[in-house]
């Protein structure tokens, strides 16, 4: 008979079960995992014929076993000696090991250490012997429990002095335990064939649970005694035991159900095949699991798969004389900027930021960042690549974009050749549509407009829902046309696609339409004395001049060069931004409506740290009175901005190295995107600067009629002015300046 008393002492520091035959649970086990038993409810449990003891169901409050099992050695001298090489080991590297741990010797023969721990696994498989099924060490955590053996005490402290340990100290243990482990950890698998999934991405877990037989998985350690052909499933039983069987196969979901606590595999709860392997080859390292099926060949994960035409990339990429952060980029984009910085002149900043507007046409709607619960942040972006013109915007521009462009192009061209089929197609006659192949209206898939109209954009935009890109070589016509229809439209929606905002078109001369996710990134070139026309108190006002990214290089230019660039570098790049927009877009997922739903992704701790950092960093600026009013307007922004920057970086940083976690944005990632947001702040102050300078010079020059009179007002005010912008804005040559300059310069 079990002591009462002593059973309800346990209740009091401990979740308790009764158990039964063959160290099985004898009322259910699930619920006694998930509630912890009255009183009352264990005394009666207790006083049943069927209960032959009690255990305590590790993983509440905190509490893991390391359950040593000795009956794998067939003699006691074996037993013993292992044990105390073991124990021995223990209390030699951990220090006062028996003074924080509680030690009971089994009935068997084994041992339990039971301590508590805020970094719980669940039943782990540790160590194993060859030759030997069972482990010879395993643990006891979420999801199982142990006997209780209130006279078998083995060291200093007893089952209710348990205490938490450290995490060093739960690490040390672990480790000595798996030094134990003398099994190999994944045995040869056979060879399978890899499957490429042209339409849509799946995981190495799903791809294996719908290619592969939980019974396949587990044949060698269970057999079928019976087969139920009209049964909903089929029973299985463990090699060993005299049970009439172990658990069951469900036929609808391809998952086992085990009853028996004898095996690796988790008890009363569905495996799928996956689990089945995780727990079996991996001691239930879900993560280990997943490389190693990947490896197989199952699934398919965001990657470049282009490993072939990867160029060699020996040492850091240094690019000399940039501004531009290069470093936020993978170190083989590094290497084409640099190729294409040395042999073809392009300009680093320009590429730099039309990569950043690349990347975001390719995330588009699939992806989005949860900034704090309430607010996220998709991956649009507006860029401004701001020079003279003859300086190359244009070119450095191309030198990025060309992939995106041809593919864009060729989605132009089949539309065209299917729509005119489908125009041919219903000018038939009915009697001739009889005989002509059906033919049905085909669908916009273009995803980058240059010169369109606004409710053109919206239509494609339907369309094409997940991005549409908008590039011209000049923005000063997409900022003229913001009013170009009527007052204040076209500004509101833009500043509502910004924001991500669902934006309605309702034309009197067009059919209405309606796009509830917009997406469009913009990139374009301007010169800096239009742009600053730009900068007016209204834009000022409705923050629509803030949301522009301004990239502003100290650029010259260049002399021809001889140098080439490879054909191989360019196939490589132009396939690696082809095939990362064409999987992104297998990541776009829909809602039963059809509706995009992007999957977000969230900050790590460590990102979130940083991220609060930056957040207070910025509202510091804006809180000080002596910051420029103009920045100020500016900085704000910035806390959307950071977020897109992070989420984009890391989604390119996730295609080139496939071991990122993409769901997780890392502390990397936004300490990537702060670096990139100092670059374009110190951009906008530089415009500002040339803004002032050029306000300042107009007023200079106001009261004077000819070039001679303005520049002597000038001079007369600054004579270190200068020379080149009073010479550009006076559309003379920077020599004829000059001489009269140094005429000034002697009648002083």
């Not at 194993?128 to 053996?149: D, M, P, Q, T």
């Not at 391809?254 to 095949?273: A, D, M, Q, R, V």
Request: aromatic fraction near 12%; charged fraction near 30%.
């Amino acid at each position: 008979m079990i002591d009462e008393n002593k059973a309800l002492r346990f209740l009091d520091f401990f979740s308790v079960i009764t158990i039964g035959e063959n160290k099985q649970p004898n009322f259910p086990w699930k619920e006694q995992q998930s509630k912890k038993l009255s009183n009352d409810e264990l005394s009666k449990r207790v006083k049943d014929n069927k209960t032959k003891g009690i255990g305590i169901v590790t993983g509440f409050d905190s509490l893991e076993v390391i359950d040593v099992d000795t009956k794998v050695f067939s003699t006691q001298q074996e037993k013993d000696d292992f044990w105390s090489e073991y124990y021995g080991t223990l209390k030699d590297n951990i220090l006062d090991f028996e003074d924080k741990f509680s030690v009971y010797q089994t009935k068997s023969g084994g041992f339990h250490i039971l301590y508590k721990s805020k970094r719980l696994k669940g039943n782990t498989k540790i160590a194993s012997l060859k030759g030997h099924k069972e482990a010879v060490i395993e643990s006891r955590g979420n999801g199982g429990y142990v006997f209780v053996y209130p006279d078998k005490k083995y060291g200093k402290k007893s089952y209710f002095e348990i205490e938490f340990i450290t995490d060093k100290d739960r690490e040390m243990l672990w480790q000595i335990s798996k030094s134990y482990n003398h099994v190999e950890e994944k045995p040869e698998q056979p060879k399978r064939e890899k499957k490429v999934y042209e339409k849509g991405e799946i995981t190495p877990w799903e791809d294996f649970n719908n290619q592969q037989a939980i019974y396949d998985v587990i044949c060698d350690e269970f057999t079928i005694p019976t087969r139920g052909k009209k049964s909903k499933h089929t029973l299985v039983r463990r090699h060993g035991t005299d049970a009439p069987h172990s658990g069951y196969i469900f036929h609808d979901s391809n998952c086992l159900y085990l009853f028996s606590t004898g095996t690796i595999y988790p008890h009363e709860k569905l495996i799928s095949p996956f689990t089945a392997y995780a727990y079996k080859y991996h001691n239930g390292d879900f993560k280990e699991a997943t490389k190693d099926l990947y490896e197989q060949g199952f699934g398919s994960r965001l990657k470049s798969k282009i490993k072939q035409l990867q160029p060699e990339v020996k040492e850091k990429v240094v690019i000399k004389d940039v501004e531009f952060p290069v470093d936020i980029f993978p170190e083989d984009i590094q290497f084409y900027l640099k190729e294409c910085n040395e042999k073809l002149d392009s300009n680093v900043d320009f590429m730099g930021v039309s990569l950043i507007w690349l990347i975001s046409i390719c995330v588009g709607n699939s992806l989005q960042v949860e900034v704090k619960r309430g607010w996220n942040e998709n991956g649009v972006v507006w860029i401004a690549t701001v020079g003279k013109a003859g300086l190359g915007k244009t070119p450095s521009i191309n030198n990025i974009i060309f992939p995106l462009l041809t593919s864009n192009g060729k989605e132009i061209k089949r539309f065209i050749q299917e729509n005119e089929k489908y125009e041919y197609y219903q000018s038939l006659s009915k009697k001739d549509k009889e005989e002509y192949p059906e033919t049905l209206k085909p669908s916009k898939t273009q995803f980058i407009a240059n010169d369109i109209t606004l409710e053109a954009l919206v239509e494609l935009h339907q369309e094409s829902d997940n991005a549409v890109g908008v590039f011209k070589d000049e923005l000063a016509g997409w900022l003229k046309d913001m009013n170009k229809y009527r007052a204040g439209s076209d500004l509101e929606f833009w500043l509502s696609c910004w924001s991500g905002k669902s934006v309605y078109m309702n034309r009197k001369t067009a059919k209405s339409s309606f796009v509830d996710k917009p997406f469009i990134p913009v990139l374009g070139g301007i010169q800096p004395s239009i742009f600053n026309s730009f900068s007016t108190e209204e834009n000022k006002d409705n923050g629509f001049m803030d949301r522009m990214l301004l990239s502003f290089p100290d650029a010259k230019i260049e002399k021809y060069n001889e140098n080439e660039l490879e054909d191989s570098t360019i196939k490589w790049y132009k396939e690696s931004m082809i095939k990362m927009y064409e999987t992104f877009k297998t990541f776009v997922k829909r809602n039963e409506e059809g509706e995009i739903t992007p999957t977000t992704l969230k900050f790590s701790s460590e990102a979130k740290i940083e991220w609060k950092r930056i957040f207070n960093k910025i509202t510091n600026i804006q809180n000080d009175h002596d910051e420029n009013e103009y920045l100020k307007s500016m900085y704000p922004k910035q806390k959307a901005y950071i977020p897109r920057f992070a989420l984009l970086i890391h989604a390119f940083d996730s295609f080139f190295n496939e071991d990122i976690n993409l769901l997780e944005i890392s502390k990397e990632s936004i300490l990537k995107a702060e670096k990139l947001s100092h670059y374009f702040i110190n951009t906008a102050k530089k415009i500002k600067v040339e803004s002032n300078e050029v306000t300042e010079l107009k007023t200079q020059m106001k009261s004077s009629t000819n070039n001679g009179e303005k520049i002597k007002a000038i001079y007369m005010s600054d004579k270190d002015f200068n020379r080149s912008k009073v010479a550009e804005m006076l559309g003379i040559s920077r020599q004829q300046v000059i001489r009269i300059v140094k005429k000034l310069e002697q009648n002083d």
